[in-house]
């Protein structure tokens, strides 16, 4: 894995207030044959979340979020390439997080870094809803939108990784 690699992450209030920051990437790889995606695994330091400045970052490693003392990585292992027509790569595969494992399908772009010869720039984007982790903290789905501070359950993250193509 490269510099370069990282994840953008944005929640928001139902009233229209957002919070954002990043989060580093632990490990990440892809595996290869004959040329064609079969798998891979990418694992997300939760430790390293830092946010926009307004200390949320803190709090959402604390219990009424993401436990990072007890739960220090998240993971998505590929368990299935669905469409393998790169640069479009379509994988199943199994994503933990708080030691909850749900499945999840992730459509991504995989393309050549023509900047680096051997690296590939991996990106996709996804909606996640925090709830399916049992992460239920001023949840609009737990307390209604009538409820004072609530957050919205679909946390948006934007993920770019710059891979050498024989990394692991």
């Not at 207030?17 to 580093?24: A, D, F, P, V």
């Not at 939760?46 to 926009?52: F, G, Q």
Request: aromatic share 8%; glycine share 10%.
């Amino acid at each position: 894995m490269q510099e370069g690699s990282s994840i953008a992450w944005e929640g928001r209030k139902i009233t229209g207030g957002k919070q954002h920051g990043e989060l580093l990437f632990q490990e990440a790889y892809l595996d290869f044959e004959d040329k064609n995606v079969v798998g891979g695994k990418f694992v997300v330091d939760m430790n390293s979340m830092t946010d926009n400045g307004s200390g949320v970052a803190d709090h959402l490693k604390n219990e009424d979020f993401f436990e990072t003392n007890t739960y220090p990585t998240a993971t998505f292992e590929i368990t299935e390439v669905i469409t393998d027509e790169l640069p479009r790569l379509e994988a199943r595969g199994n994503m933990t997080i708080k030691g909850v494992t749900h499945p999840m399908d992730i459509r991504m772009i995989v393309a050549p870094d023509f900047s680096r010869a051997g690296y590939v720039t991996i990106t996709t984007q996804l909606n996640l809803d925090r709830t399916l982790w049992g992460i239920t903290y001023k949840s609009k789905s737990v307390l209604g939108d009538l409820a004072d501070g609530v957050i919205e359950d679909l946390m948006e993250i934007n993920v770019g990784v710059v891979l050498k193509i024989d990394d692991k």
